[in-house]
């Protein structure tokens, strides 16, 4: 693991944030392609900074990143949320462009560029924390929606069988409002 990077006001051209004062960029050499997620949760807990990892493996690259909130206890303590990752790709196709007036906004357009499709806004107005937690809704219902669905195949009562697709359906509409 090697820091590789500090983006802060002293170090690029960037006026500080409200809640982001440095980005680090730590890069990950792995000895096989997965990872597991404690690690990077870990380290997250421990450095005070909000962190872009760079995971490398055999010459492709994939970023990592993780949407992270100051607690209330008010001591640069973070709360870390889900990750999010590109794909593997080559070093030359990894990019990650630096944009905002402040640091806030350049973190915010990390965590959307690599997130990808996963965050995009659906409203000009909405923030990165209503993305994620929009996001996050999402995985949930899908998850309901799978373990339902896997229930349905093992009911053996009809009755039961169509308590639990009447609920099925309703999971499924409000996954399609949330999307």
């Excluded at 096989?32 to 962190?51: C, F, K, T």
């Excluded at 990892?53 to 303590?77: D, P, V």
């Excluded at 590109?86 to 990894?94: F, I, S």
Aim: net charge positive; with cysteine; hydrophobic share 35%.
């Amino acid at each position: 693991i090697i820091w590789s990077n500090k983006i802060a006001s002293s170090t690029t051209n960037l006026a500080g944030g409200d809640l982001v004062k440095e980005i680090e960029v730590f890069e990950v050499s792995l000895k096989n392609p997965s990872l597991d997620g404690e690690l990077l949760r870990h380290i997250d807990r421990a450095v005070p900074y909000h962190i872009v990892f760079i995971l490398e493996y055999q010459g492709r690259y994939k970023a990592c990143i993780s949407y992270k909130e100051i607690t209330l206890s008010g001591n640069m303590a973070f709360k870390v949320n889900s990750y999010y990752y590109t794909d593997w790709l080559d070093r030359q196709n990894l990019h990650l462009k630096l944009e905002g007036l402040n640091l806030d906004i350049a973190y915010e357009n990390f965590v959307r560029q690599i997130a990808g499709e996963t965050l995009q806004k659906i409203a000009s107005d909405e923030s990165l924390k209503d993305s994620v937690a929009r996001s996050e809704q999402k995985e949930l219902l899908q998850r309901q929606i799978l373990a339902l669905e896997s229930k349905i195949r093992k009911e053996k009562q009809l009755n039961r069988q169509i308590e639990i697709n009447l609920e099925l359906k309703k999971l499924r509409k409000e996954f399609k409002n949330i999307s």
